[in-house]
């Protein structure tokens, strides 16, 4: 049996960091890519973060590129998205989710596992 959990979610202010962690449990994370997505209200679902599982190389989406950092703590069996500088518009739902590729999928049907998501709340 398999879980992936995230936590870290708060309401924050603009300017602000948070640190999302995703922890998993029947899963070694370093095998997997692991992609952090998010949804906000109203909106589709866009992939924020990745880092693969070959030689973490890491992708970010442009509207978070310099604010945002992805790490793995495989001694934990965690993965973290570091949060700095947010804006209202990072409000949304965020999700860990983990492939079985070497290299990180462009399209989140490619990932074989979700969690549940944290929320992520920026306003003044």
């Known amino acids: 049996q398999w879980q992936l959990v995230e936590s870290g979610g708060d309401l924050v202010q603009p300017g602000g960091s948070l640190r999302l962690s995703c922890e998993a449990f029947?899963?070694?994370?370093?095998?997997?890519?692991i992609g952090w997505f998010r949804q906000a209200p109203g909106k589709g679902q866009e992939r924020v973060s990745c880092?693969?599982?070959?030689?973490?190389?890491?992708f970010y989406a442009d509207s978070v590129k310099g604010r945002f950092t992805i790490s793995r703590d495989n001694n934990n069996n965690r993965v973290y998205l570091q949060m700095d500088s947010l804006k209202p518009e990072d409000t949304a739902d965020y999700y860990c989710?983990?492939?079985?590729?070497?290299?990180?999928?462009?399209?989140?049907?490619?990932?074989?596992?979700w969690g549940q998501g944290t929320q992520v709340t920026v306003s003044s």
């Open positions: 029947g899963l070694i994370l370093d095998y997997y890519s």
């Open positions: 880092i693969s599982s070959s030689d973490g190389t890491t």
């Open positions: 989710s983990a492939a079985d590729q070497a290299t990180c999928p462009l399209n989140a049907g490619e990932y074989g596992y």
